[in-house]
């Protein structure tokens, strides 16, 4: 109807009620003297799937790094569930439901491939997270392989691994930093229906990629960083009309 305001549309009244898992305002961060993040702002509503765009150097992984207290100093807020986690540590932080699947993986090369999995313990109250039956329906390459010691796994198995490793927590927000790299097609493509599987589960994913093939039809919304900054955002609704402006500032 010609009469309603875009404020009060049916869409903007629906995103104002959405319940939030990540709120981040005015964050900085900085590693020992070098000013990293600068006055990032962005939020992402719980269930949804959420990409970090942006060139090598721009401050997606600080991003991640910052929301789980492994930088130096930080400076504003970052609100997970509602709560402020600024000034937490970072075993705190994962108690508040934060799963954080860094680049490097972290598998421990002496260890099972189970024995791996086992490790963590839970960091949630009211989500005992994923059985180890679960997790072997969702990655049966693990299934196969676990008795096999991590330096025997294959890239993708070891990038399987440390996903399934913070899905057994109960941790909800799942932080992944660039898991489609250097790995096989086919590998990229479990890693796909993974997340999908996962979003359809209710989990709230926040990516890093330079993978833009892999992360387009997976995400709901898409911030890319340059500098420190927040200086685009869009819905994937709006991914077509965004191409130029992303040719611009990711060459993709």
Request: some cysteine; glycine content about 8%; aromatic content about 6%.
């Amino acid at each position: 109807m010609d009469g309603i305001r875009e404020a009060d549309s049916p869409a903007r009244h629906e995103e104002k009620t959405m319940e939030k898992a990540l709120e981040i305002s005015n964050l900085h961060a900085w590693y020992g003297e070098s000013h990293i993040l600068h006055d990032v702002n962005f939020s992402v509503n719980k269930g949804e799937v959420v990409t970090l765009l942006g060139r090598n150097g721009a401050g997606r992984t600080t991003t991640l790094r910052a929301i789980m207290g492994l930088t130096g100093t930080r400076k504003g807020s970052i609100k997970i569930n509602g709560v402020e986690a600024i000034d937490m540590p970072t075993h705190r932080i994962a108690h508040l439901g934060v799963g954080y699947c860094p680049e490097e993986r972290g598998i421990f090369s002496s260890l099972s491939a189970e024995e791996n999995l086992m490790l963590p313990p839970h960091v949630s109250k009211t989500d005992k997270g994923m059985s180890i039956a679960e997790i072997y329906e969702m990655f049966p390459n693990l299934a196969e392989r676990r008795s096999s010691q991590g330096t025997r796994l294959s890239g993708g198995e070891q990038q399987m691994l440390a996903v399934a490793r913070i899905l057994r927590t109960g941790a909800r927000l799942l932080l992944l930093d660039e898991i489609s790299e250097g790995l096989a097609p086919v590998i990229v493509q479990a890693l796909a229906r993974m997340i999908l599987s996962l979003k359809a589960k209710g989990y709230t994913i926040v990516m890093v990629e330079q993978n833009f093939r892999f992360a387009a039809p997976l995400a709901d919304k898409f911030f890319v960083v340059e500098h420190g900054q927040i200086v685009e955002s869009f819905a994937s609704s709006e991914l077509q009309a965004k191409m130029s402006v992303l040719n611009e500032l990711l060459g993709v």
